[in-house]
Every structure is written in C-alpha cells, then in structure tokens.
C-alpha cells in the first residue's frame, strides 16, 4: 500500500548535488512543498477508499547524464530550456508524494548500479526480473538503456514510459510502417504503445498527457495581486536574446502603451536585440519572476518558446498572455524547430494550450501582421480586468490526481487482446454492441454488452465517424470530447460500421495509421491489423474515420468522468 508522503527531505537527499540543473529543480522541489503537502492531504481524503499499490519506480533522466552531452546543466543560468527541468523536478515530486519507493538516475553509473547491469561491459542483457514497476526516462535514457541492456530491453519495455515534451505520434512509433511511409525520424520507432509517451501538454490524445503544476494563490494573495496590478507593465516571454530578434516593429508600438519589462540573459552588456527602453532584470530566479509577473498586467510572447510553461505562471498571477497565431500553423513539415520530431501536430500558435484551454480574457491569441490588431488587443489588456487562473490539471492536486490514476491503471505488460464482440448468447441474436443515445448522433456503448476490462471503463466510449479528411484528434474534439486511444480495440470491428450507418461492400484490414475507416466511394469499410498503429492522429481526404471518444471531467482532460 502506498502512503501518502508530506515531507520532502528524503527527495531532496535523493536528487543530489554537483550540477547546476539538480539545483535548480531542488530549488524548485523546495520552493513548491508546502504546496504539494496541502494537495496530498487534499487528495488524500478523496481517495480515502482506494487501494493505492506501492510501485518501484526507477527514474532515469537521460538528458542530464554525461553520456548524452548534458548540455542543458550549463545552461541553466544562462537562458536555456528550463520546461524540461521544471517538469522532472515536478514529477519526481509527484511520485514521491504519492508514496511509490523511488529511485533516481542521472548518469549511466547508476542506471547501471540500478538495472543490477556490471558496469563497463558494454551491452548486457538483464538476465533476472526487472528490479522495477516502472521506468520513467525520455528519448535520450532510452536509447541508453537499449545500449547497455540489449536484448532483454524489449522483454521490459512495457515497463517504460518517455517523457516527452511534443509527442509521438503513432505512425512514427511503429518502426516497420514508418520506415515503409516515410514517417521515420530521429526519434521514433520505439514500437512503444502510444500511451507511454509523455507529454508536457494534453495536446496529443494518443500520448498520456503528465504536465507540471504551476504556484497556486491563497486567498491574501490573490487580493494582494489584485490591488498591486500595474496597468501598464508588460513583461515579455523569452529569455534569450534570439527570441527578440526582428521584433522591433512590435516593441515599439507596445512601447507607446505601456513599460516592458525582460528577463533575458546577458553577461556583461544589455544584449543589442533588447532596446533600450526595456527594463531587462536579467535571468530571475523562479521566485522573483513570479513576484513580477504578479505586477504586470501583460506577459507578451513574440512566437518562441513554443508551449513552455512560463505562460501559465503569468496567468496564474493575473496577467493577461497576448501571442502570435500562426498562419498556417508551424509543423514539422514547414518549421526547422519542428522538424524531425515524430508528429504532425499543426501548431495553431506559440501556446496552442493556452489558446484552446484557457482562451479570452487570460489569453489573447491575434496575427501579429496586423498591427491594427496588435494596437487594438494592446489597449483592450489595460482596460480589461482578469482574476489569476490556474487549470486544476496544473495545480500539485491535479497532477498527483492524474498520476495516480495513470499509475494504478495503466497496463501496458498484459497482451491487449483483439477485442471480438461474440459470446454463445450474441451468437443466436447478435445485439448491437452500441446503442443511440436519445437525442444525439453519438453512439454508446451498450453498457452490459462487454465486461471486458478496460481503462478507461467502456462506459466512457463514444463512438463517432469523423468527417472526410477530418482526424480523430478534431472529430471528438468538436463534439465536446476527446479522443481515446486505449478504446480502438473495442470499435475496430465490422458492427460499428453498420451502427453508424455506413454499409460496407466489402471489408479488409490492413496496417494504417488511418484504420478503422470507411470510405465513401468504393463503399469500403477498412479495420486495423496492427493494434500499435491505432491513432488518433492523421487524417486523409478519401476517408471517414472511426473515432472512439470519451467524455473528460472538469478541468482534467486525461481523466473520463468514471476514470478514478
Ligand atoms: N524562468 C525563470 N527565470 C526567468 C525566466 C523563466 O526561472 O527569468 C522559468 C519559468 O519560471 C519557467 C521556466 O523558466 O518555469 C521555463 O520557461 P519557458 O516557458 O521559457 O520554457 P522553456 O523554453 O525554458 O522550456
């Protein structure tokens, strides 16, 4: 049984010393324990009645060994990708918290001492079990593991889960197709499910969606905030000198308005991208850039980061984030930042979360190419008024809620049996496994049709055929749900053509990353042949697609209403 833990020196001891990046998240592990103690208590007397197993968890951070260059630790005080750091430190926060025997890695030494692998032997197959339940690493850990563990690396993966920031997309995972159609990257083709990719965001349905917390405000604070707010003080997103670049033309027409504020590095002159009439503070500690962006009433973005998480701090401290849309939206097919990274996701804007979570009044997402627009949203932010807001997916309880369940019911070690929808009783009068719910289009399945188990619970399915050309991703998401991959096995079968009414001439099944699918011209219905490539992802003109959607609670998108 695990128990809930409220003290966090263990941890601290745990992520030891020596790099610039361990101290930053022991900065930030220590800054955030009061609040992830109030969250466990909270979470703590909701679960009440559960059986929490105790799991052994290896957490492996690839990135910060030496072996793969480390090149983030020095770093770290000069402007480069924190969102990595603030997310681990994050995690190893809300596993320890939520009680689970924790052991940490951030160099091959210990992975070795870890997996019981004899140091210095090169690749070395793990003849015994696993010593471990779960394995969190990310792509750099992984192809370290797959070196020094050989073989037995793939008797074990289902173990593993990556974190990984933007995703990967089925159709990259799968080595043989996405050699086969041209879906190879540097970084896919582990043949890992779906769902044990990681994001930072909910923005890829078929990846599990970890997240980080941001500071949450007690009552005195948020009326502190509130009457402390400076009207005109903007502060912009970007903490290297080259996210400013070419961006005069919108620093001087914020400049009318209102007085900017910088953190951005420098080491001993005001880098020549930020003018003058900025007041740059240089890299903040994470404690005093909270204190001012609960100042400032704007936090601009310029285009880059992408999907980081200072965003959602402003907003947490009441500032209203103004971005740049995208037109056309940034992808790997026409962005170098995106490029040779396994997904095809169309990136709408700098911070598509915000833009599609959050929305108006916290966040402003306009064309920056219309200065008409940008003055206009300008002066709209200094006369509107925002309280702080903070989605309860990014609040410490959120996140442990979220991990708990993702820890307790996920299973990717059981063979995930084709679902056949035949029991001796179906075979003299076959039901109809969905049914139509009264005044919707959206079929459901009939709830005593199946007690095949399954996280999330049947009951949560949704079937939907997507329009032509239409993905999954986009086809829940306008009937108010999202898409469920872990729920393709049970409509990837003939009857769910019919129970929407389309007729099939005939049906195949195939590999393709589009399957199940009907289309309309030969009157075809396609299913799956490899459960690894069902996607939510992907879309194609000549098809409609099947989609299994799912309901989400409140504020929790990677959890159904009956999920915990
Ligand atoms: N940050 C900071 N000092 C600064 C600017 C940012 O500590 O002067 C922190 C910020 O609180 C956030 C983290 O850096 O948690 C990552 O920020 P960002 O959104 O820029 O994402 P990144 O590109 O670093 O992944």
Known sequence: QAVFQFDIRALLEQVGAGKESLSFMKRRIRRMAAQWASAARRLDDKLRNHWREQKRILVHVGFLTEESGDVFSPKVLKGGPLGEMVQWADILTALHVLGHNLKISVSLKELHGSLGVPPGRGSCPLTGPLPFDLIYTDYHGLQQMKQHMGLSLRKHKCHIRVIDTFGTEPAYNHEEYATRHGYRTNWGYWNLRGQQYMTMFPHTPDNSFMGFVAEELNETERLNIQRNKVNNMAVVYGKEASMWKGKEKFLDILNRYMEIHGTVYYETQRPPEVPAFVKNHGLLPQQELQQLL????????????????????AIANGCI???PKFIPPHSSLNHDFFRGKPTSRKVSSQHPYAEQYIGRPHVITIDFNNSEEFDA????????????????????????????AYIQNQDFCSPEAPFLPVNSSWLSSPPSPFVLLPNSSILTWASNASSCPSWPPLSALRLLASQEGQSCVMACQSAGLICEPALYRFINIKEAFSALDLQCDGVESEMNHLFPAFSAEHAECSLQQDPLLFSCAGSSAKHQR????????????ALCRDCL
């Not at 609960?294 to 701090?313: C, D, N, Q, T, V």
């Not at 008024?385 to 708990?404: A, D, K, Q, S």
């Open 321 to 323: 984030f103004l971005q």
């Open 546 to 557: 099947l989609c299994p959607c799912r309901d989400y609670r409140n504020g929790q998108v």
């Open 377 to 404: 949203a300008i002066r709209e932010i200094m006369r509107i008024n925002v309280e702080p807001y903070l989605p309860y997916e990014y609040t410490c309880e959120g996140m442990l809620e979220r991990v708990h």
């Open 294 to 313: 609960r100042k400032a009433k704007l936090f601009i973005g310029f285009g880059f980061p992408y999907e980081g998480p200072a965003p959602l701090e």
